[in-house]
């Protein structure tokens, strides 16, 4: 009679947990030591930990597997299974997306927070459309404006070179006349290396991932708004998962959000106080570049409620009103 010995047994147990085992690529476009990053990893790590290894997510980061931009398309097929995008990405989509790209709409994290849980449902239902669920929802911090020389008002800025990262920070280049070329993080340092750009907006974050201080001296701190990054899973394969694995990812995934929001918070200020230790002059902005900045997010809060029409209007009247 055939008889398995315990290490064959103990074998053919490894090898039927090794063929249970599911593997998801969650590739992103930011480096591995920005919190967004950190964030994902435990994220992921979690997951790992809570379904004994039953579903293991490997996190690309900085854009190694995908480009920033590609990265929703490379969930919504399932080339990857989840992904991290930064929603204002795509705003060419459907004007949900852009929402929290609108300067000046929400200038704080408590405002922030407001708009993203007006936007949530409408933002989720666009995404399901598309066979994505969203994980989970993580804020960048306020932006500002980081220019060469220094920076008195918008006129300062005619006629330079300025990185944009969304359809929206194109557009203010476009407002305030000065000339947009899309680059997307991974390249931002080289770009300014070069001198292919003179000024940009983003957070303190991305200023001293890129090693911004190196190349650029000013940062203006004008708050123009607070634009989030969604951790998305292809709809198929999270539906493939069993009910435990689900459970344990839909937990890991509202720890992570509530993780990320209190962690972006706690960040800004060490972000400003990294910059400011290595050389970067930190500006409160002149009333003058407030206001004209103010001007520019006026114009496209206009724009963007006519584009998004009467839902539009429904989610913005529900911020205001919370
Ligand atoms: N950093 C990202 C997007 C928004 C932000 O703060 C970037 O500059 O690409």
């Given at each position: 009679?055939?008889?398995?010995?315990?290490?064959?047994?103990?074998?053919?147990?490894?090898?039927?947990?090794?063929?249970?085992?599911?593997?998801?690529?969650?590739?992103?476009?930011?480096?591995?030591?920005?919190?967004?990053?950190?964030?994902?990893?435990?994220?992921?790590?979690?997951?790992e930990a809570a379904t004994g290894g039953k579903l293991k997510i490997t996190v690309h980061a900085n854009a190694s597997l995908f480009k920033a931009p590609e990265i929703k398309r490379a969930v919504q097929s399932g080339q990857a299974q989840a992904g991290e995008i930064l929603l204002a990405n795509f705003a060419n989509e459907n004007p949900i997306y852009a929402l929290d790209g609108v300067p000046f709409l929400a200038t704080t994290y408590p405002e922030a927070k407001k708009l993203y849980d007006a936007s949530k449902p409408a933002m989720e239902k666009l995404l399901a459309a598309q066979g994505i669920k969203v994980l989970f929802v993580v804020p960048w911090a306020p932006q500002g404006i980081y220019s060469k020389k220094e920076?008195?008002?918008?006129?300062?800025?005619?006629?330079?070179k300025w990185r944009a990262y969304s359809p929206a920070t194109a557009k203010i280049a476009e407002l305030i006349g000065a000339q947009p070329v899309q680059i997307q993080q991974a390249e931002l340092s080289a770009a300014m290396a070069t001198g292919v750009i003179e000024s940009y907006m983003s957070s303190a974050s991305t200023g001293y991932d890129t090693k911004t201080y190196e190349s650029l001296k000013n940062f203006y701190d004008t708050k123009a708004g607070i634009p989030k990054n969604a951790i998305l899973v292809n709809a198929k394969s999270f539906d493939a998962l069993d009910a435990t694995t689900?459970?344990?990812?839909?937990?890991?995934?509202?720890?992570?959000?509530?993780?990320?929001?209190?962690?972006?918070?706690?960040?800004n200020d060490e972000y400003k106080r990294l910059l400011a230790e290595r050389g970067m002059k930190i500006h409160q902005p002149s009333a003058k570049l407030d206001t004209d900045m103010r001007q520019v997010g006026g114009i496209m809060q206009a724009d963007w409620l006519k584009a998004a029409g009467a839902d539009g209007a429904a989610i913005v009247d529900a911020y205001k009103k919370n």
């Amino acid at each position: 009679m055939f008889r398995p010995s315990f290490a064959a047994l103990a074998l053919s147990c490894l090898a039927a947990s090794a063929l249970a085992q599911t593997k998801w690529d969650l590739p992103t476009a930011y480096p591995a030591n920005n919190y967004h990053t950190e964030n994902i990893a435990l994220f992921a790590k979690d997951v790992e930990a809570a379904t004994g290894g039953k579903l293991k997510i490997t996190v690309h980061a900085n854009a190694s597997l995908f480009k920033a931009p590609e990265i929703k398309r490379a969930v919504q097929s399932g080339q990857a299974q989840a992904g991290e995008i930064l929603l204002a990405n795509f705003a060419n989509e459907n004007p949900i997306y852009a929402l929290d790209g609108v300067p000046f709409l929400a200038t704080t994290y408590p405002e922030a927070k407001k708009l993203y849980d007006a936007s949530k449902p409408a933002m989720e239902k666009l995404l399901a459309a598309q066979g994505i669920k969203v994980l989970f929802v993580v804020p960048w911090a306020p932006q500002g404006i980081y220019s060469k020389k220094e920076v008195a008002s918008v006129a300062d800025l005619r006629g330079i070179k300025w990185r944009a990262y969304s359809p929206a920070t194109a557009k203010i280049a476009e407002l305030i006349g000065a000339q947009p070329v899309q680059i997307q993080q991974a390249e931002l340092s080289a770009a300014m290396a070069t001198g292919v750009i003179e000024s940009y907006m983003s957070s303190a974050s991305t200023g001293y991932d890129t090693k911004t201080y190196e190349s650029l001296k000013n940062f203006y701190d004008t708050k123009a708004g607070i634009p989030k990054n969604a951790i998305l899973v292809n709809a198929k394969s999270f539906d493939a998962l069993d009910a435990t694995t689900k459970a344990a990812v839909t937990k890991a995934a509202a720890d992570a959000e509530a993780r990320g929001w209190k962690v972006a918070i706690e960040k800004n200020d060490e972000y400003k106080r990294l910059l400011a230790e290595r050389g970067m002059k930190i500006h409160q902005p002149s009333a003058k570049l407030d206001t004209d900045m103010r001007q520019v997010g006026g114009i496209m809060q206009a724009d963007w409620l006519k584009a998004a029409g009467a839902d539009g209007a429904a989610i913005v009247d529900a911020y205001k009103k919370n």
